[in-house]
Nanobody, 136 residues
Framework: QLHLMESGGGSVQPGGSLPLSCAAS????????MGWFRKVPGKEREGVAM????????FYADSVKDRFTISQEYRKNIVHLQMNSLSPEDKAMYYC?????????????????????????????WGQGTQVTVSS
């Protein structure tokens, strides 16, 4: 069974940076793309970045564009999220997810490119999450 494990969360001051990582183990299906989502209390989980495993093609939500960078190490089934210029609005539980459907990945890409909010049902597998806190 596929298992995703996030790491790297923590507390940082506004303007700071944090790297997150997510490792997939027990992989028994071909991963087409992986993404990062975040959830704040009272709001639905939303997608912030996605990367294709077959390439470095990456896509971002408008709220994190030019501040966050998603990257992948497909041979190790690992995806990273480098978060820079963090603000209190970035405080959330961050989750990674994977997807084996090319259609769902392409749909997610289109949503991110078009500025459409990516909901929690867009990708399939989920990790337990890692907390990111931004405060002075």
């Amino acid at each position: 069974q596929l298992h995703l494990m996030e790491s790297g969360g923590g507390s940082v001051q506004p303007g700071g940076s944090l790297p997150l990582s997510c490792a997939a183990s027990g992989v028994q299906r071909y991963i087409v793309c992986m993404g990062w989502f975040r959830k704040v209390p009272g709001k639905e989980r939303e997608g912030v970045a996605m990367v294709y495993f077959s390439s470095d093609a990456a896509f971002y939500a408008d709220s994190v564009k030019d501040r966050f960078t998603i990257s992948q190490e497909y041979r190790k089934n690992i995806v990273h999220l480098q978060m820079n210029s963090l603000s209190p609005e970035d405080k959330a539980m961050y989750y990674c997810a994977d997807e084996a459907s090319r259609y769902r990945c392409a749909e997610t890409q289109s949503m991110l490119e078009g500025g459409t909010r990516v909901g929690p049902d867009q990708l399939e597998g989920w990790g337990q999450g890692t907390q990111v806190t931004v405060s002075s």
